[in-house]
């Protein structure tokens, strides 16, 4: 079974500090690769729109991507409605197998 990638596209919310959202999701980045299952999990912000960003992440499997919005530092970044879901893409490494 291959790993699960995920892209994902997400922006800040109407009225959301954008240094305090940057903090929170540099937080979130080390807290998310410490958990089982985390392969990589990286957040980069766009240059041409700094209120937007793109979240690169791999895990072993669903389950473990299902743990990490169980996660209490997940649950703990979402309650603060820094920023919403734009896109999710759940994509394949190998588009050749």
Not at 19 to 47: H, M, W, Y
Not at 55 to 75: I, V
Not at 81 to 86: H, M, S
């Amino acid at each position: 079974m291959s790993n699960l990638w995920i892209s994902a596209g997400i922006e800040l919310q109407d009225g959301a500090d954008l240094q305090k959202t940057k903090n929170a999701l540099s937080q979130l980045v080390e807290d998310t690769l410490k958990e089982p299952g985390c392969i990589r999990f990286e957040i980069l912000q766009q240059q041409d729109k700094p209120q937007c960003f793109t979240l690169w992440e791999c895990w072993t499997d669903d389950d473990a991507l299902k743990a990490h919005f169980a996660a209490p530092h997940t649950k703990a970044y979402l309650a603060q409605d820094f920023t919403k879901v734009n896109y999710i893409e759940r994509l394949q490494l190998n588009i050749g197998e």
